[in-house]
């Protein structure tokens, strides 16, 4: 399955996520790809929408290779690449990164607090997960905030990705599941890279004084 945008990918989530419809359920996007998403699968679900930040972290001689991710409350998993990298970089790029999360929380959500996760029906989205790194910790942090039912609803996952979802969720979501998968892009007609502007457009946020952070994860 190949969707013509992310708007495309998030109707048909919605349409497989009817049945939390009028639940109150907290829609929980991953900056940038999963906002416009989370959106349409919270209008469509009568339901709150709001951001949950992580970011990867990169190997130091490939920084689209995730070795991991960190949460903006500075909690972080590692993948088997982190044998590779050396102490002093890891702790450098998770300084890096946790300054880039707080820049977006403040940028994103400067009106009002995040949202509270408890005792919610909370759908954590993203466009696609190709390692899982980031997914899983922001499925993590979700978690640790202890709401009534986590799920995961994404585009597209690689299989081994799928398999790390099915295992952090009390369900995953997830419209194509290829067994040759090579980057979540490929399976988008349009993807083009999401604004910092129509993020804070979409969270219903002001405008004003938009400064970019960089690159999406």
């Given at each position: 399955?190949?969707?013509?945008?992310?708007?495309?990918?998030?109707?048909?989530?919605?349409?497989?996520?009817?049945?939390?419809?009028?639940?109150?359920?907290?829609?929980?996007?991953i900056p940038r790809g999963g906002v416009p998403m989370?959106?349409?699968?919270?209008?469509?679900?009568?339901?709150?929408?709001?951001?949950?930040?992580?970011?990867?972290?990169?190997?130091?001689s490939e920084p689209e290779l995730a070795i991991g991710?960190?949460?903006?409350?500075?909690?972080?998993?590692?993948?088997?690449?982190?044998?590779?990298?050396?102490?002093?970089?890891?702790?450098?790029?998770?300084?890096?990164?946790?300054?880039?999360?707080?820049?977006?929380?403040?940028?994103?959500?400067?009106?009002?607090?995040?949202?509270?996760?408890?005792?919610?029906?909370?759908?954590?989205?993203?466009?696609?997960?190709?390692?899982?790194?980031?997914?899983?910790?922001?499925?993590?942090?979700?978690?640790?905030?202890?709401?009534?039912?986590?799920?995961?609803?994404?585009?597209?996952?690689?299989?081994?990705?799928?398999?790390?979802?099915?295992?952090?969720?009390d369900a995953f979501v997830c419209l194509n599941m290829?067994?040759?998968?090579?980057?979540?892009?490929?399976?988008?007609?349009?993807?083009?890279?999401?604004?910092?502007?129509?993020?804070?457009?979409?969270?219903?946020?002001?405008?004003?004084?938009?400064?970019?952070?960089?690159?999406?994860?």
């Open positions: 399955m190949r969707f013509q945008d992310r708007e495309h990918a998030g109707r048909l989530l919605a349409d497989r996520l009817t049945i939390y419809k009028a639940q109150n359920p907290l829609v929980l996007a989370a959106k349409i699968i919270a209008d469509s679900l009568v339901g709150e929408l709001d951001v949950v930040l992580v970011h990867k972290l990169g190997h130091p991710a960190v949460d903006e409350s500075g909690d972080f998993i590692l993948l088997d690449y982190f044998h590779e990298v050396a102490p002093e970089y890891l702790e450098a790029e998770k300084n890096r990164q946790l300054d880039r999360l707080g820049q977006r929380r403040r940028l994103y959500t400067p009106l009002r607090a995040p949202i509270n996760c408890h005792q919610r029906i909370v759908i954590v989205v993203d466009d696609g997960v190709a390692t899982g790194s980031t997914m899983t910790a922001a499925l993590r942090v979700v978690r640790a905030r202890r709401p009534a039912k986590l799920i995961a609803a994404v585009g597209v996952a690689s299989p081994q990705a799928a398999h790390l979802m099915e295992q952090e969720t290829p067994a040759h998968f090579h980057a979540v892009g490929q399976f988008f007609k349009d993807f083009s890279q999401v604004s910092d502007e129509a993020v804070i457009r979409m969270l219903g946020q002001r405008e004003s004084k938009v400064l970019p952070i960089g690159r999406s994860p």
